[in-house]
């Protein structure tokens, strides 16, 4: 500890502080190289993740990452609007436009989840439940008119089609951005739809020029 620092921050969980200690100690040690040239060089991400807020699909560790090599946000039920260049307040929008026009990241990728609450708001809604109101409500609306398919409830089950649908409707609303299409039809960039089994850790793909998802198992 140097001078001038704080071991205890007041009302910050114990475990929190002992993990940043133990980063500072062990991984920034054995990787000082690295952080330092990050740190000079800027960020340069093989990929822009669109995630859910859900604790449990922690990204990085989805893909075992190294440090700056994922752009990540994550949102309630990792949604991605239609292009609206309507002066409002669009953080999923921003982030997006910063990865493909300044970090011209060559992947965009939409991470969603088995049971993702987000969608499961939505589902109930649809389903004829209380619908969801306040901020998440509105940030739901997006996927107003959804289509399901109905092949995917007879297989996976209605939550995963609805979680399926909804990544298809970010995909869907990323092709809405001009600047998106312009770096596609270049073959600067490529999208992704990808869903995340918490409870086997296995990922579902959409496979490339098909509409279905599929395992992605070892070669
Ligand atoms: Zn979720």
Redesign the pocket.
């Known amino acids: 500890m140097t001078q001038g620092e704080i071991r205890d921050l007041p009302g910050l969980p114990k475990t929190l502080v002992d993990g940043h200690l133990r980063f500072r100690r062990e991984e920034h040690a054995k990787n000082r190289g690295r952080y330092r040239q990050l740190a000079e060089l800027g960020q340069a991400p093989t990929a822009m993740v669109v995630a859910?807020?859900?604790a449990r699909?922690d990204v990085s560790t989805v893909f075992d990452t190294e440090h700056g090599e994922l752009f990540i946000l994550r949102n309630?039920?990792?949604l991605v609007p239609p292009y609206e260049p309507d002066g409002k307040y669009h953080g999923t929008s921003a982030a997006i436009e910063f990865a493909v026009q300044v970090l011209k990241v060559p992947h965009l990728i939409v991470l969603?989840?088995s049971?993702?609450?987000?969608?499961e708001a939505y589902r109930q809604k649809v389903r004829g439940k209380v619908p969801e109101r306040g901020f998440i409500g509105s940030w739901l609306t997006m996927l107003d008119n959804l289509k399901i398919d109905e092949s995917e409830i007879f297989e996976y089950g209605d939550e995963t089609a609805f979680e399926f649908a909804a990544i298809r409707s970010s995909l869907t609303n990323l092709r809405s951005f001009p600047f998106i299409k312009k770096r596609m039809k270049e073959g600067l960039l490529a999208l992704h739809g990808l869903h995340f089994d918490l409870g086997s850790g296995h990922l579902l793909a959409l496979k490339e020029g098909s509409e279905r998802f599929a395992a992605i198992g070892e070669p």
Do not use: L, Q
């Not at 049971?115 to 969608?119: A, D, K, P, Q, S």
């Open positions: 859910c807020c859900d699909v309630v039920a990792n969603g989840h049971r993702c609450g987000g969608v």
